[in-house]
């Protein structure tokens, strides 16, 4: 789960991680009342889930209230990358001596916490991933073994600030940071830039936080911050009954049980030459009211001509698969081609049963089913 | 052989009284496992199916003698439920449970590895060695004995691929459900070194999936360590970046953990790739 920045800044503030002074607004009357009462220069930044709103425009210095209303005008109600910006953040304009980076992240391959810094802050960090690697310093914490000790957070500090002062507040602030990470189960935090002003203060300018879905139920004042995006809504939904569920741009709608399996439905569709609309995953249930709120997701899509199902039976058995099929297609009116590969324990018995619906298009594997489908699909 | 668990793994089920605990122990006996016992705190006493209920593994492992849990636990309280197996003295411990929390598992992986326990999962469909022992949901009847190890981060892609195999004639040593989840016991490598050792397998599958970069360290591990040869399959060549697709796992994230670069991985490290699930069998025929 992923959180604004405002939101984040207020984790940071409950954990004494030092921010700029800030207000959050909806409107551009509020954005110059703020202005107003921070009393100096402000930088209004738009309040959105996505990376990249600085070049979007999102991102704007106001030199007093009537610049701030201004800017406030322009981004409130912009767009960026399909977003549409309903909240700013005011800002306090802080004078800028230098830039770095800081953040936390469950790094899989150790299994163990990756605390990381870079001196290259205020840039895209992927990118310096990519291009300069070396400027990149890691420590991997082992929550196991007392956490994020003195020591590690020091040897960091001392890779960003050479002066005693800075490497001090530093590891403070990488302190602070790993506790709120652990206090809140995330799965990513960042401040990026972390700035030093023109007093020699290090402050957090911007705050990155992800959540571990499976952890929301230890925190339900952030469980409560989620915010649905139009985008997600369908996904959303489909969770919320059961299914996992990603729309794609295809036109070969996918019914599969199994994540892994409805993968590899996807990408052979993919294969012999077609795409496919969406994935999802029906789980290991043969209950025929999952396959029915399955199939309406498919035909709510405009861009499904035809629908594949591919089926692996385990300890489900194909019967019970294909009685719940069949009590579905009863209770929905289908008006697309589809394509069932049915496979696995009491699959002679399943396809007795889909034989009953002339209307059915039986595949005899995967690969069959992904042909038909993608030649249906081309008529 | 075999890997993990033969004919002297004896099974303790933790969650013996929950829904899918009871079923499975009930399958996994009819499989022809040896199931000892369960464990379930505050039943101790009960029965289940005929196998015996503990309120505790220290108690199930002192009166039974088992030496490999499987973990049908409810996520909240699963990481504790591994603590405890890891904690009691067996040697394998499966966890099939999904939706543990990341940071829950980061510890608790840790302290599997600290007392030398084979830790399989979370979010695992379990293992089978066929004609031996059968320990997790996956369906028995599909396996035959034979000679193809196979460990895979999927469920019922797994089902499809053995169901290749078998139906091939080639049979499998074991096959192993790795699990979906981002943080995982046992990953590829570990399992290579044991299929690498095992005398009954002669080739093996790798079944990968986008997220993570757990396939492209077997691939540099099989180029330097393995003589027997392995086949890989990815999949999530149509996923797109950002998305979980399904399993916790499975994500592209910060543009890397994509099919494309874990293929490329493989075949660089010169290892077949399968483009599809039926040429898995061809490609290991032509390799032993």
Not at chain 1, 201 to 221: G, Q, S, T, V, W
Not at chain 1, 244 to 267: E, H, P, Q, R, T
């Amino acid at each position: 789960m992923k959180i604004d920045e405002y939101q984040a800044k207020e984790i940071f503030t409950q954990y004494n991680i030092p921010t700029p002074q800030e207000i959050l607004c909806k409107t551009p009357q509020e954005v110059k009342q703020a202005s107003r009462k921070i009393g100096k220069k402000v930088v209004v930044k738009a309040q959105v889930k996505v990376g990249g709103r600085g070049k979007a425009g999102g991102v704007k210095l106001a030199n007093n209230p009537q610049e701030a209303e201004e800017v406030g005008k322009q981004i409130l109600g912009m767009e960026i990358k399909g977003l549409k910006v309903q909240k700013v953040l005011v800002s306090e304009a802080v004078e800028i001596k230098s830039e770095s980076y800081v953040g936390f992240t469950n790094d899989r391959s150790s299994k163990k916490i990756v605390c990381m810094a870079s001196p290259a802050g205020g840039v895209d960090i992927e990118e310096v991933a990519k291009e300069t690697p070396d400027k990149i310093y890691k420590i991997l914490v082992d929550p196991l073994k007392g956490g994020l000790h003195d020591f590690q957070a020091r040897n960091l500090a001392f890779k960003l600030y050479d002066d005693v002062k800075s490497v001090r507040q530093t590891v403070s602030i990488l302190k602070a940071l790993y506790k709120a990470y652990i206090g809140t189960d995330a799965s990513l935090v960042e401040i990026n830039p972390l700035v030093e002003n023109g007093e020699g203060k290090l402050i957090a300018l911007d705050a990155k936080f992800n959540f571990d879905d499976n952890a929301l139920y230890r925190h339900p004042e952030i469980a409560k911050m989620r915010e649905v995006l139009p985008a997600e809504k369908v996904e959303r939904e489909a969770k919320e009954k059961g299914l996992s569920y990603i729309k794609l741009d295809g036109f070969i709608g996918c019914m599969v049980n199994g994540a892994g399996l409805a993968m590899a439905a996807m990408d052979m569709i993919k294969l012999f030459g077609g795409n496919p609309a969406n994935f999802l995953d029906i789980g290991g249930s043969s209950n025929p009211k999952k396959v029915i709120n399955a199939m309406k997701i498919l035909l709510n899509d405009d861009n499904v001509q035809v629908v594949m199902i591919n089926i692996f039976g385990g300890i489900t058995r194909c019967d019970d698969v294909a009685n719940g099929l069949m009590e579905a297609f009863d209770a929905l009116k289908i008006n697309l081609p589809v394509v069932i590969r049915l496979t696995g324990t009491n699959e002679k018995e399943g396809l007795e049963i889909l034989k009953q619906n002339k209307e059915l298009i039986l595949a005899n594997s995967m690969q069959d089913a992904a042909k038909k489908a993608i030649e249906l699909a081309n008529k | 052989m075999s890997i993990l668990i033969n004919n002297e793994t004896k099974l303790i089920v933790q969650g013996i009284t929950g829904r899918d605990g009871g079923f499975h122990a009930s399958r996994m006996k009819q499989y022809g496992t040896n199931v000892v016992g369960g464990v379930s705190p505050g039943k101790g006493g009960q029965k289940v199916d005929g196998i015996p209920v503990f309120n505790s593994m220290q108690k199930a492992v002192a009166e039974t003698g088992g030496n490999t849990s499987i973990i049908f636990v409810p996520a909240r309280f699963a990481a504790d439920a591994i603590y405890e197996a890891a904690d009691s003295g067996v040697d394998v411990i499966v966890t099939v449970t999904e939706g543990i929390p990341v940071q829950d598992m980061i510890k608790a992986t840790q302290f599997a590895a600290e007392n030398d326990v084979n830790l399989i999962g979370p979010n695992s469909p379990g293992l089978i060695s066929p004609g031996q022992a059968k320990v997790g949901i996956l369906p028995g009847k599909i396996f035959e004995q034979g000679k193809v190890g196979v460990m895979s981060r999927s469920g019922t892609l797994t089902y499809e691929v053995v169901d290749h195999i078998t139906k091939a004639g080639l049979g499998e040593s074991t096959c192993i459900g790795i699990g979906g989840d981002p943080i995982i016991g046992m990953t590829f490598i570990d399992y290579l070194k044991l299929f690498e050792a095992d005398p009954q397998t002669e080739a093996i599958v790798m079944i990968g999936e986008i997220g993570g970069d757990a396939e492209e360290q077997a691939a540099k591990f099989i180029k330097e360590n393995m003589t027997k040869s392995v086949v890989g399959f990815i999949v999530g060549k149509t996923a797109p970046p950002g998305k979980r697709m399904g399993h916790a796992g499975a994500i592209i994230s910060s543009g890397s953990g994509t099919a494309a670069e874990k293929i490329a991985a493989l075949k660089k490290a010169g290892i077949p790739v399968a483009n599809q699930p039926n040429e898995i069998p061809q490609i290991i025929e032509s390799k032993i």
